[in-house]
């Protein structure tokens, strides 16, 4: 199966610099990597994804970049702010699965 | 309703009680999960339904788990006989279409056993 790992564990900037989170997958059958979103005692919440089709995605201060050929992608925020502090999912999911796997997540703490 | 809604929000059940743990997904949509997410990890997958049917129950960890979708809309998740390492929470969620694109997740239940 499918084994997705992420790091870092914890990322602290400061507010207005950026943050780089990184995954790798195992499957290279794999085709759809979304980013999740988990504040304290919330639910995890879709905030971008990509297929394998293409290797740069952005929306507003959001980007994710794609190495199909490395096997890993990466979660860009640009210009961050205190909101953006939350716990960061990777996931990726293949035709042969009916499910997301997902990395152990990496704490973002932005700094006032 | 507007999301994917779970019920109870937290539950703690003594070691050796049953439990059940309820989804109401978004209405309309086909295919709906289970997750189990333990303290400072990422979801886990525990079984699939596309409509009433259940697709997928690989990431069952044992037979004391067992879940249903009897008419395509609400699902349960049951335990039965709760140990100490069912602890974790309990993410339910919801696709318009089938396989994982497009999650809404719900808000999980926190399932502590004593």
Known sequence: GENVEQ???TLSVQEGDSAVIKCTYSDSASNYFPWYKQELGKRPQLIID?????????DQRIAVTLNKTAKHFSLHITETQ???SAVYFCAASNPGANN????????????? | GAGVSQSPRYKVAKRGQDVALRCDPISGHVSLFWYQQALGQGPEFLTYFQN???LDKSGLPSDRFFAERPE???STLKIQRTQQEDSAVYLCASSLRDRGYGYTFGSGTRLTVV
């Open chain 1, 7 to 9: 790091h870092p564990s």
């Open chain 1, 50 to 58: 990509i297929r394998s089709n293409v290797g740069e995605k952005k």
């Open chain 1, 82 to 84: 205190p909101e953006d």
């Open chain 1, 100 to 112: 997301l796997f997902f990395g152990t997540g990496t704490r973002l703490t932005v700094i006032p």
């Open chain 2, 52 to 54: 009433e049917a259940q």
């Open chain 2, 72 to 74: 395509g809309s609400v």
